[in-house]
């Protein structure tokens, strides 16, 4: 266990859905960012946060959305699903923001859109 | 803005050594870290290096030069559960991934 959880482990839903998928940080952690990995491709940077606020971004569709709650959970909204968004979805988290202290990684989320 | 580039794919047989390189140019740099990924499973952290040189742990290694924006692990005594992705992400404000590189490793 990472420390990082991340819910569900699996999704499956028809085009055009909306989901949420959500991460837990690892205790102690500021930052979360997010990432999508499709079929045999590497880990694409969608977004970060950093104690509630968005800290950058990275290639994150409109369709997408995402933010940090005052607990520090999470969450990443998917809206108007596409066959192409079939992908694991990652969160890591960090203690500082762009520094070394080590990210950790969920598990992640599989989604697959049918 | 940011580029990183790794080797594809590379092949090694059991108890060799194999080196994967890796090049990036940053916009700001807080140190560079290397990752394993197994098939459908979470990155892993292998090595962080903020300062020039060597990296020693276990039978990874890692190295940097900040100057050449040049990076590379060394796996040695290779074994076939190293099989795996080998990312390489230098860290500005993000942690930005390389396409990462497919090792396979062959009795």
């Known amino acids: 266990d990472s420390g990082v959880t991340q819910t569900p482990k699996h999704l499956i839903t028809a085009t055009g859905q909306r989901v949420t998928l959500r991460c837990s940080p690892r205790s102690g952690d500021l930052s979360v960012y997010w990432y999508q990995q499709s079929l045999d491709q590497g880990l694409q940077f969608l977004i970060q946060?950093?104690?509630?606020?968005?800290?950058a971004k990275g290639n994150i569709l409109e369709r997408f959305s995402a933010q940090q709650f005052p607990d520090l959970h999470s969450e990443l909204n998917l809206s108007s699903l596409e066959l192409g968004d079939s992908a694991l979805y990652f969160c890591?988290?960090?203690?500082?923001?762009?520094?070394?202290?080590?990210?950790?990684f969920g598990s992640g989320t599989r989604l697959t859109v049918v | 803005g940011q580029n990183i580039d790794q080797p594809t794919e590379m092949t090694a047989t059991e108890g060799a050594i194999v080196q994967i390189n890796c090049t990036y140019q940053?916009?700001?740099?807080?140190?560079l870290f290397w990752y394993q990924q197994h098939a459908g499973e979470a990155p892993t952290f292998l090595s962080y290096?903020?300062?020039?040189g060597l990296e020693e742990k276990g039978r990874f290694s890692s190295f940097l030069s900040r100057s050449k924006g040049y990076s590379y692990l060394l796996l040695k005594e290779l074994q076939m559960k190293d099989s795996a992705s080998y990312l390489c992400?230098?860290?500005?404000?993000?942690?930005?991934f390389g396409a990462g590189t497919r090792l396979a490793v062959h009795p």
């Open positions: 940053t916009s700001g740099f807080n140190g």
């Open positions: 290096n903020v300062l020039d």
């Open positions: 992400a230098p860290i500005n404000n993000k942690l930005i």
């Open positions: 946060y950093y104690n509630g606020e968005e800290r």
């Open positions: 890591a988290s960090s203690v500082e923001a762009g520094y070394g202290y080590g990210y950790t």
